[in-house]
């Protein structure tokens, strides 16, 4: 059964804190994504990789960067956690299949609250 | 129905009464589509996909329809049940490589005992 895991279901942090949202696939998926989820704007993509150290900025990259040191793990990274970055952040993955057949699988999510 | 990119609908429906979803999409290089189901403190599940040269494909009491002519798509619940109280979202992968999506707002779907 695919599995995509989030470090933590819910995390509190502070102003000026540096947080790390981690997420490990075990399907040996190529494709990676980051998304936040906010009431009424839907899933936006914050960034996205689709090899191990690419990276892709999506539509809402600002405030934040990833890692992909290995093929099954991906990190968000908010530099300097402000209260506009307070909402739920979901990771999938993906792995391409030809003709456009890109289902991405995804993590529980992360509530993420900034102080 | 839901636009992606606009406000996020409603629909209360009966157990047992069909349910129709509504997406508009707006990128005509899409030729993927898939809808998904995201209950209250889970990540989206896949429901149901459809490739672009295909205009419906039914799954286990899931139908999806796509109409390219006007970029519009659809979701068909037969016999919705109590369960399948969710937000539904469809997304598009706008001809886009590497997996990217696009996905709608979403739609409550809310189904009364």
């Known amino acids: 059964d695919v599995k995509v895991t989030q470090s933590s279901r819910y995390l509190v942090k502070r102003t000026g804190e540096k947080v790390f949202l981690e997420c490990v696939q075990d399907?040996?998926?190529?494709?990676m994504f980051w998304y936040r989820q906010d009431p009424g704007l839907g899933l936006r993509l914050i960034y996205f990789?689709?090899?191990?150290?690419?990276?892709e900025k999506g539509d809402i990259p600002e405030g934040y960067s990833v890692s992909r040191e290995k093929k099954e793990r991906f990190s968000l990274i908010l530099e300097s956690a402000s209260t506009n970055q307070t909402s739920m952040y979901l990771c999938?993955?993906?792995?391409?299949?030809?003709?456009?057949?890109?289902?991405?699988?995804f993590g529980p999510g992360t509530r993420l609250t900034v102080l | 129905g839901e636009s992606v990119g606009l406000h996020l609908p409603t629909l209360s429906v009966q157990e047992g009464d069909n349910s129709i979803i509504n997406c508009a999409y707006s990128n005509s290089a899409s030729d993927y589509f898939i809808w998904y189901k995201q209950e209250s403190g889970k990540g989206p599940q896949f429901i149901i996909d459809i490739r672009s040269n295909m205009d419906k494909r039914q799954g286990q009491r899931v139908t999806v329809l796509l109409n390219k002519t006007v970029k519009h798509l659809s979701l068909q619940i037969a016999a919705t049940q109590p369960g399948d109280s969710a937000v539904y979202f469809c997304?598009?992968?706008?001809?886009?490589?590497?997996?990217?999506?696009?996905f709608g707002q979403g739609t409550i779907l809310t189904v009364h005992p």
């Open positions: 399907m040996d998926h190529e494709n």
């Open positions: 999938a993955s993906s792995s391409p299949q030809g003709e456009g057949l890109d289902e991405q699988f």
């Open positions: 990789s689709y090899d191990v150290k690419m990276k």
């Open positions: 997304a598009e992968n706008g001809g886009t490589s590497y997996g990217k999506l696009t």
